[in-house]
């Protein structure tokens, strides 16, 4: 399911280096690779000798997995469902800190396993981010080929999309989500970004801009029965009270 991304890709590199900004904060945290595949290498681009390192892979892969990366004192591979959030339970010591990456992941998934996913890193990881890439809303219903996004032999077709506009609504997923930013290009001007942007509502394109997004939760887990609807944005208008609303960001076009 996972994307093979490269690490010299710009994706890579924001995913890498917001992961990266995160455990300087909390040196001793858990890095939460969501479906990162069997061979991948971040690990050893992150480590900085004290981050705890989950990889969650399916079952059919984790074996693969931990045949070419057998697990060690601070690096183990979770068989389980990557879109099934019982896999929270097996992180230790969250007070310490969580950093979830889905690299190449989300696009795969439902929309409905988008919006529990966040809702469930939400409840679960106080003080924990969440990192993860997104094609244009165009590209949802599409095959991966005609998208130009390169997967794994046999993924699922592209399930999920989002643009800029829609970071309001994934802050309104779970009141516990405090920030939702988008993480930018290495070393890129305002052009660039703008130029990401126009892209993400032309579907003629044949290699569709993806963007990456980290959110961010709250300290505190929210008292229960707190409505979904305080969460915060970074300034702008319509970031308060946004409705939560993945599956709109599937399947339609930005007018």
């Known amino acids: 399911m996972t994307e093979t991304d490269g690490p010299a890709t710009s994706t890579s590199r924001r995913l890498d280096a917001a992961v990266r900004a995160y455990v300087r904060q909390h040196p001793f945290a858990t890095v939460v690779a969501l479906g990162e595949g069997p061979g991948s290498a971040a690990f050893w681009r992150l480590d900085d000798g004290r981050l705890d390192w989950l990889a969650v892979e399916p079952p059919e892969s984790a074996a693969v997995r931990r045949m070419l990366l057998p697990d060690g004192p601070r690096r183990r591979t979770l068989a389980h469902p990557v879109a099934d959030p ?25 929309p409905p396993e988008v919006r529990a996913l966040f809702a469930a890193c939400a409840e679960r990881l106080p003080g924990g981010a969440l990192v993860f890439d997104a094609v244009p809303r165009w590209c949802a219903g599409r095959g991966r080929t005609r998208t130009g996004v390169r997967a794994a032999p046999g993924a699922p077709p592209l399930r999920w999309g989002m643009n800029a506009a829609d970071r309001p609504r994934v802050a309104g997923a779970h009141p516990n989500i405090v920030a939702v930013r988008e993480v930018p290009p290495p070393g890129r001007g305002p052009l660039a970004g703008r130029l990401a942007r126009w892209r993400e509502h032309v579907p003629l394109l044949h290699t569709p801009a993806r963007t990456v997004t980290e959110i961010r939760f709250g300290t505190r887990r929210p008292a229960p029965g707190s409505a979904s609807g305080g969460a915060r944005t970074g300034p702008g208008p319509g970031t308060r009270g946004a409705p939560a609303d993945p599956e709109r960001a599937a399947g339609r076009r930005s007018r």
């Open 86 to 110: 019982g896999w929270l339970e097996a992180v230790r010591a969250p007070e310490r800190g969580v950093v979830v990456a889905a690299r190449g992941l989300l696009m795969f998934l439902r």
